[in-house]
């Protein structure tokens, strides 16, 4: 069982950064590919990225791509997304997600895929 936490969230301008954070209770979060994922109002939730359980392999959602990044930090049990060069249309509630899997090679993609979810964080970016 693992319990997500994020935090991070708020308020920026355009072309501004904000860095969410996940922090996982458990102490078999590396055993875990970690993701966030975004649902602005009216619209289904989205992948923005995945990570595997050690960080060695990386996704990316289209719109995010070049501008955010996914790292994490098992000794922390952390999992980050670092957003750069924000636009109003990244404005979401933003939430994480974490899936156990049996090796590092696994980059889960779909929110169908994961099976423990943080209660999300508000992302508002101005024009």
């Known amino acids: 069982q693992v319990q997500l936490v994020e935090s991070g969230g708020g308020l920026v301008q355009a072309g501004g950064s904000l860095r969410l954070s996940c922090a996982a209770s458990g102490r078999t979060f590396s055993s875990y590919a970690g993701g966030w994922f975004r649902q602005a109002p009216g619209k289904e939730r989205e992948t923005v990225a995945a990570?595997?359980?050690?960080?060695?392999?990386?996704y990316y959602g289209d719109s995010v791509k070049g501008r955010f990044t996914i790292s994490r930090d098992n000794a922390k049990n952390t999992v980050y997304l670092q957003m750069n060069s924000l636009e109003p249309e990244d404005t979401a509630v933003y939430y994480c997600?974490?899936?156990?899997?049996?090796?590092?090679?696994?980059?889960?993609?779909?929110?169908?895929?994961?099976?423990?979810w943080g209660q999300g964080t508000q992302v508002t970016v101005s024009s």
């Open positions: 990570i595997s359980r050690s960080g060695s392999s990386t």
């Open positions: 997600a974490a899936k156990p899997t049996p090796g590092d090679y696994y980059t889960p993609r779909a929110t169908s895929e994961y099976n423990y």
